[in-house]
T-cell receptor, first 114, second 113 residues
Framework: GENVEQHPSTLSVQEGDSAVIKCTYSDSASNYFPWYKQELGKGPQLIIDIRSNVGEKKDQRIAVTLNKTAKHFSLHITETQPEDSAVYFCAASNSNTNAGKSTFGDGTTLTVKP | NAGVTQTPKFRILKIGQSMTLQCTQDMNHNYMYWYRQDPGMGLKLIYYSVGAGITDKGEVPNGYNVSRSTTEDFPLRLELAAPSQTSVYFC????????????FGSGTQLSVL
């Protein structure tokens, strides 16, 4: 089955700096890669996703890049703000199957210091 | 629009007790999922459903059961609770297959003592 590894497990940055979180996956059939943000006491919330036919996607201060050959994808947050502090999870799945299974990384705790 | 609603938010069980975690969604999504989240870990899939009347096992199904009699509801049943089932449980739903664009509930924190 799919295996997703996420690094680093914790990340601390100064407000205004950039943050990068990286994930690798093992199953070459995976073609859908979402990122979720989980604030304390809440469920994860989708912030951005990318499909395997796209190399990069941006949404304001957030971007995701995908390298299919190397089987890794990354989340980039620019101009970080204290409200970006949360746990971020990457995931991978094969949207061409009806199995509906998504494999998650173990999460990165991001702290943005004011 | 409520999205995905889970009840209860917190529960303490004694070893051997049983309980049902409730999950309902009002987005008419076909796909629903149950995950558990242990401290410092990612989400592990327990069971999922691709539509009413259809359920299947995920990565960690032992000790749990599910049913899907309607599109809206996807309850998770714990039989004979064990300390290893202490975790935070999340229900999620999505419209697309392949677990695309999951909408999560706010979770149920369960302790088995």
């Amino acid at each position: 089955g799919e295996n997703v590894e996420q690094h680093p497990s914790t990340l601390s940055v100064q407000e205004g700096d950039s943050a990068v979180i990286k994930c690798t996956y093992s199953d070459s059939a995976s073609n859908y890669f979402p990122w979720y943000k989980q604030e304390l006491g809440k469920g994860p919330q989708l912030i951005i996703d990318i499909r395997s036919n796209v190399g990069e996607k941006k949404d304001q201060r957030i971007a995701v890049t995908l390298n299919k050959t190397a089987k890794h994808f990354s989340l980039h947050i620019t101009e970080t703000q204290p409200e970006d502090s949360a746990v971020y999870f990457c995931a991978a799945s094969n949207s061409n199957t009806n199995a509906g299974k998504s494999t998650f990384g173990d999460g990165t705790t991001l702290t943005v210091k004011p | 629009n409520a999205g995905v609603t889970q009840t209860p938010k917190f529960r303490i069980l004694k070893i051997g007790q049983s309980m049902t975690l409730q999950c309902t969604q009002d987005m008419n999504h076909n796909y629903m999922y149950w995950y558990r989240q242990d401290p410092g870990m990612g989400l592990k899939l327990i069971y999922y459903s691709v539509g009413a009347g259809i359920t299947d096992k995920g990565e960690v199904p032992n000790g749990y059961n599910v049913s899907r009699s309607t599109t809206e509801d996807f309850p998770l049943r714990l039989e004979l609770a064990a300390p290893s089932q202490t975790s935070v449980y999340f229900c999620a739903s999505s419209q697309g297959q392949g677990a695309e664009k999951l909408f999560f509930g706010s979770g149920t924190q369960l302790s088995v003592l």
